[in-house]
Structure formats: C-alpha cells, structure tokens
Nanobody, 127 residues
Framework: QVQLVESGGGSVQAGGSLRLSCAASGRTFSTYDMGWFRQAPGKEREFVAS????????NYADSVKGRFTISRDNANNTVYLQMNSLKPADTAVYYCAAKSTQYIIRFYVTPEEYDYWGQGTPVTVSL
C-alpha cells in the first residue's frame, strides 16, 4: 500500500507556471506507475499525464502536451508535474495516482486503472 500527498497548487495568472509534487510513503515507490489527473467543478476526473515505474516513458493528454512535464525521483519517492503556459482551462483540483506496476510499457489513462489516490491540490488560473 502507498500513501500519496500532493502539494504545490495555488493561484496563478494565465501564462504562468506551477510545479506540483506528490510525495509517496509506504511500499517501494519504484513499484508503481504514476499518473496525474484533474477535476474541474461539475466535470469528470480527466487524465493529465502518466509515467512508468522507471521514469523512462511518459504520456500526456493532448490538452497539456508541450506545456506540462511529468517526472519522478524514485530516490526521494516523489512524482512531479511541471505546468507551464497555464490557461484558465487548466483550473481544477489535481490528483496524483499510483498503480502497481506490471513492468511493461503501458500507459494508464482512466481513473479506474489506478489503485491509490492523493487528496488533491487545487490550481486556479486567472486571466
């Protein structure tokens, strides 16, 4: 089992940047594929980005490709989401999620595929 705690959310103007962190504790962090999702008010939770257990492979939603970067530091049990060129449409609560890895190169893009979730950190982007 793993516990996840997100941080780094806040308010920023359009065009600005934020870096989200997700600290993991519990079972060995490198045994999990990790993902970031977001949920805006009145909308379903949507996939943002994912990274394989090793950190070698990443996947992004089309809406954030070229602006967001997911990375991980297995030595420090943390996954990051660097968000640049933020838009008001990026406003949401951001969640990190973990899935026990099968040690294959596969990207998981639906919430149902993940086993553990953090509590979320809010991001507000204003004009």
């Amino acid at each position: 089992q793993v516990q996840l705690v997100e941080s780094g959310g806040g308010s920023v103007q359009a065009g600005g940047s934020l870096r989200l962190s997700c600290a993991a504790s519990g079972r060995t962090f490198s045994t999990y594929d990790m993902g970031w999702f977001r949920q805006a008010p009145g909308k379903e939770r949507e996939f943002v980005a994912s990274i394989t257990w090793s950190g070698h492979f990443t996947n992004y939603a089309d809406s954030v490709k070229g602006r967001f970067t997911i990375s991980r530091d297995n030595a420090n049990n943390t996954v990051y989401l660097q968000m640049n060129s933020l838009k008001p449409a990026d406003t949401a609560v951001y969640y990190c999620a973990a899935k026990s890895t099968q040690y294959i190169i596969r990207f998981y893009v639906t919430p149902e595929e993940y086993d553990y979730w953090g509590q979320g950190t809010p991001v507000t982007v204003s004009l």
